[in-house]
């Protein structure tokens, strides 16, 4: 072999050495956010309720490759096992247009369209906590169970929607307090629509996360009353999925 083909073929097998290191430093990458989500949850900062870990590897990297999730939350929307055509993502959209319709005819509920992590629609309903808890407290109110009572009904209605539940607080205090006081209401939510004949399997994350991803800004009385809230997270589920690949999703 002349000293060019060796100079050549050695250049060929750095550049293969080096995108294999890479590939796998993406891979190890991934796996710390596994693991390391697994652990967040562990801990008490949330409590995942039916998810494997398939489906938070697959929420990571639908958030990676797909950037059009539009919530400030952590990423929502499981892994799916089929690829979905633009057909089906249409009738998806409809789908969920018709879901944050129900959704707006609760009180005290503010309904938004938003994107999950594999692209699809999904429907995020806020509930202000300053109308569900007293403060710093994590028992519902009389008037909040009136409001979660109807909202159980559009849950289901809709039982081929997934559902998370995120609790916040605004930044008074600290870590140690805020964040147990975000899951003890995102779990309030969850148990109290549990009660209303909602059935646990539809629910897939109910989680805690304290001061982060505020929605407003924390330097005004009227921005905390905002970021104190639980966020309800209606998405796509397999059967979803499947319906509308076939077709059949009204």
């Not at 929502?76 to 055509?85: F, M």
């Not at 009738?91 to 247009?97: R, S």
């Not at 806020?126 to 519902?140: A, V, Y």
């Not at 209303?196 to 505020?214: E, I, L, M, R």
């Amino acid at each position: 072999m002349e000293k060019k083909d060796v100079s050549l073929h050695l250049n060929n097998k750095i550049i293969g050495d080096l995108i294999m290191k890479k590939m796998k430093f993406s891979v190890a990458a991934l796996s710390m956010l596994l693991v390391l989500g697994s652990c967040q949850t562990k801990t008490g900062t949330g409590a995942a309720v039916g998810s494997g870990a398939g489906a938070a590897l697959g929420a990571i990297v639908g958030g990676l490759l797909n950037n059009s999730h539009r919530g400030t939350c952590a990423l929502v929307g499981a892994a799916i096992g089929a690829a979905v055509g633009g057909g089906a993502g249409t009738l998806i959209g409809k789908h969920m247009d018709k879901v944050a319709e129900q959704a707006k005819a609760v009180e005290n509920a503010k309904v938004e369209q938003v994107t999950d992590a594999n692209g699809l629609a999904a429907v995020k309903v806020t509930f202000d906590s300053g109308i569900l808890f007293q403060t710093n407290k994590f028992n519902l109110n009389a008037n909040a169970k009136n409001d979660l009572a109807k909202f159980s009904q559009v849950l289901k209605n809709n039982t081929d929607c997934q559902v998370d539940i995120q609790g916040y607080t605004d930044n008074t205090g600290n870590d140690g307090i805020n964040l147990p006081l975000s899951e003890n209401r995102a779990k309030s939510v969850y148990n109290y629509l549990i009660s209303c004949g909602v059935a646990a399997s539809q629910f897939k994350n109910v989680s805690g996360f304290g001061s982060t991803n505020p929605v407003a800004d924390n330097s005004t009385a009227a921005g905390r009353q905002a970021n104190r809230r639980v966020e309800v997270y209606l998405y796509a589920s397999q059967a979803m999925v499947n319906a509308a690949n076939n077709g059949t999703l009204q």
